[in-house]
T-cell receptor, first 113, second 113 residues
Framework: AQSVTQLDSHVSVSEGTPVLLRCNYS??????LFWYVQHPNKGLQLLLK??????LVKGINGFEAEFKKSETSFHLTKPSAHMSDAAEYFC???????????FGSGTQLTVLP | SQTIHQWPATLVQPVGSPLSLECTVE??????LYWYRQAAGRGLQLLFY??????ISSEVPQNLSASRPQDRQFILSSKKLLLSDSGFYLC????????????FGEGSWLTVV
């Protein structure tokens, strides 16, 4: 069985300050992990993915995430938030096939001017 | 590069009317195709997936059906809509085989009135 927990349903940051979106996972296998972003009324866009290569994964738009097996975490970070980063973010764990994805409940990021 | 198209973007339908949402993928062959539903304030739920023409697997019992008449075409249908069918429907694809990233379309908003 696998599961994913996004620890914060809402995060607010000021523009130009760092972003931290937290994700913990549980998996019986070596998982693949993903972060997706969803802007209002849009589909999900892939930010980055971890597939057992480097533990620090760099994605698009300045985001990165670090896989920490000992902590079963895959937190998403960005050094400096931009207004356009305001969106909902989903952490996703996969057991190996795209059909076996488990989605987190999402974190709504608000960026304050 | 691969692209995914989904339409219509928005739809308002009366209870008891039929539904047809269409999705096509370009730039790849024999993709895995998926239909997800995202209800308001909730996560993503996998409805159907397909690994080939005419091969449809249903993940949850419901009022909806899916068909794959061509390699890169995936259709979500209903004969009679219910109020509970309202939501945001997302088509997605991944390369055939396991362990591949899933990519989403822009989504279709369905409101049943």
């Amino acid at each position: 069985a696998q599961s994913v927990t996004q620890l914060d349903s809402h995060v607010s940051v000021s523009e130009g300050t760092p972003v931290l979106l937290r994700c913990n996972y549980s998996s019986s296998y070596s998982p693949s992990l993903f972060w997706y972003v969803q802007h209002p009324n849009k589909g999900l866009q892939l930010l980055l993915k971890y597939t057992s290569a480097a533990t620090l994964v760099k994605g698009i738009n300045g985001f990165e995430a670090e896989f920490k097996k000992s902590e079963t975490s895959f937190h998403l970070t960005k050094p400096s938030a931009h207004m356009s980063d305001a969106a909902e973010y989903f952490c996703v764990v996969s057991r190996g096939s795209a059909r076996q994805l488990t989605f987190g409940s999402g974190t709504q990021l608000t960026v304050l001017p | 590069s691969q692209t995914i198209h989904q339409w219509p973007a928005t739809l308002v339908q009366p209870v008891g009317s039929p539904l047809s949402l269409e999705c096509t993928v370009e730039g790849t062959s024999n993709p895995n195709l998926y239909w997800y539903r995202q209800a308001a304030g909730r996560g993503l739920q996998l409805l159907f997936y397909s690994v080939g023409i005419g091969q449809i697997s249903s993940e949850v019992p419901q009022n909806l059906s899916a068909s794959r008449p061509q390699d890169r075409q995936f259709i979500l249908s209903s004969k009679k809509l219910l109020l509970s069918d309202s939501g945001f429907y997302l088509c997605a694809w991944s390369a055939s085989g396991s362990g591949n990233t899933i990519y989403f379309g822009e989504g279709s908003w369905l409101t049943v009135v």
